[in-house]
């Protein structure tokens, strides 16, 4: 079975910090890897996606970048948090193809103050 | 730009009701719709995808598609308490690749 895993659960951080949040799935292999971002409130938002290690399409430019050092493993990060970075953040995988369904993680909690 | 509209925003029926959820999808080049749901506090769940014509159902759950008219709706008979949640339509249009747009949602409050 599949398990994806994000960490951290929740951070609290201040304007102007870097922030690295991270993914990973296990029991599928090169899966598709998506990051999406939902405000409170507000409609979710895929933020970038990847076919396969090394490579990165961004879809939301939102001052966030995203990696995939390795074929299990999401990064997203910025160098500088804004107060309109905070939401919920959350890593999903699909298999390989276009009209496979998407499958979330359990979320990571952002609040920017 | 493409965008994905759901009603109501909010929805109240009772235990044992039906619930009746709609989704339309603004551009025509849609190919695919998915139904997620999503309880306070935790990530979505997918409940159905459809992509053809018709009806699907699977237990108490019914989606409907209507490609001409690029609707699709979400039917839940004998709603419970537990589906209380925010209900969310996506699709995936022929042109994008791997994005999916989402709907706001519904707010489904099922009152026992």
């Known amino acids: 079975a599949q398990t994806i895993h994000q960490w951290p659960v929740a951070e609290i951080k201040a304007v102007g910090s870097p922030l690295s949040l991270g993914c990973t799935i296990k029991?599928?292999?090169?899966?598709?890897l998506y990051w999406y971002w939902q405000a409170t409130g507000g409609t979710l938002q895929q933020l970038f996606y990847?076919?396969?290690?090394?490579?990165v399409e961004s879809v939301v430019q939102l001052n966030l970048s995203a990696s995939r050092p390795k074929d299990d493993q999401f990064i997203l990060s910025t160098e500088k948090l804004l107060l309109s970075h905070s939401g919920f953040y959350l890593c999903?995988?699909?298999?390989?193809?276009?009209?496979?369904?998407?499958?979330f993680g359990p979320g990571t909690r952002l609040t920017v103050l | 730009q493409q965008k994905v509209q759901q009603s109501p925003e909010s929805l109240i029926v009772p235990e044992g009701g039906m619930a009746s959820l709609n989704c339309t999808s603004s551009?025509?080049?849609?190919?695919y719709f998915w139904w997620y749901r999503q309880h306070s506090g935790k990530s979505p769940k997918m409940l159905m995808?459809?992509?053809?014509?018709g009806e699907k159902e699977e237990g108490r759950f019914t989606v409907h598609l209507n490609k001409a008219s690029l609707h699709t709706s979400l039917h839940i008979r004998d709603s419970q308490p537990s589906d209380s949640a925010l209900y969310l339509c996506?699709?995936?249009?022929?042109?994008?690749?791997?994005?999916?747009?989402f709907g706001i949602g519904t707010l489904l409050s099922v009152k026992p």
């Open positions: 029991g599928k292999s090169s899966p598709n």
């Open positions: 996506a699709a995936r249009y022929g042109s994008s690749g791997n994005k999916l747009i």
């Open positions: 990847s076919i396969t290690v090394g490579q």
């Open positions: 551009d025509r080049n849609v190919d």
């Open positions: 999903a995988w699909s298999l390989g193809g276009v009209s496979y369904e998407q499958y």
């Open positions: 995808s459809i992509f053809s014509n």
